[in-house]
């Protein structure tokens, strides 16, 4: 009986298709990603800046917290101010929890105020399965030489309560403010939280 289970879930896992991992130290994946704009990109085209990828489901309660708050928004805000690009990513597939299309994403991002400089639409999972994401809100860090610097989550909260947000350490934050000062980035990986990604 175990190895039924065991080969169930092996065949559940080819059938999503092979994870890849973006690993801190690493280059960044290659995989071409399009924007609800209709432009496609690849991380490499922003070599030179510092870029942010923060995976999403709008229904995630996860997701809810850092956004109903405002808190994603002024993290988003703060760091494009800076130069940084950040890219949200929904990998979910048509008929999944917590798919968009594009025209309904540009919409809702309207109302949530986002600031985040794209919106990526990846709908076959391509991106998602070539970084490793796992979760919403799963975040990566890439430095202006194409490599990893942080892969996990997005602080040190797992929790769905807005209260839990003062005196979190965001690790998105943390680590490009490292990297910006010359130092090594401290915490390189943490262990993702949130709604598995609905591939």
């Not at 890219?87 to 594009?102: C, D, I, R, Y």
């Amino acid at each position: 009986m175990k190895k039924l289970i065991v080969l169930s879930a092996l065949a559940a896992f080819a059938a999503q298709g092979a994870f890849a991992e973006a690993v801190p130290g690493q280059d960044a994946p290659a995989a071409t990603f399009t924007c609800t704009g209709g432009k496609s990109h690849a991380v490499a085209d922003f070599k030179g800046k510092y870029v942010v990828l923060e995976w999403t489901n709008p229904g995630c309660p996860f997701v809810k917290k850092h956004y109903g708050s405002g808190n994603m928004q002024k993290l988003q805000k703060e760091l494009t101010g800076q130069g940084v690009v950040w890219l949200t990513v929904n990998s979910a597939a048509p008929g999944k929890a917590g798919h968009m299309t594009a025209a309904k994403w540009d919409v809702l991002a309207k109302e949530q105020g986002s600031a985040a400089s794209a919106r990526v639409v990846d709908e076959s999972g391509e991106v998602g399965r070539a970084f490793g994401a796992k979760t919403t809100p799963h975040s990566f860090v890439v430095g202006p030489d194409g490599k990893v610097l942080y892969t996990g989550a997005l602080d040190d909260k797992p929790t769905t309560d807005v209260a839990d947000l003062a005196g979190a350490v965001n690790y998105v934050k943390q680590a490009i403010e490292e990297s910006k000062a010359g130092r090594p980035v401290s915490t390189p990986r943490t262990p993702p939280y949130g709604c598995g990604v609905k591939y």
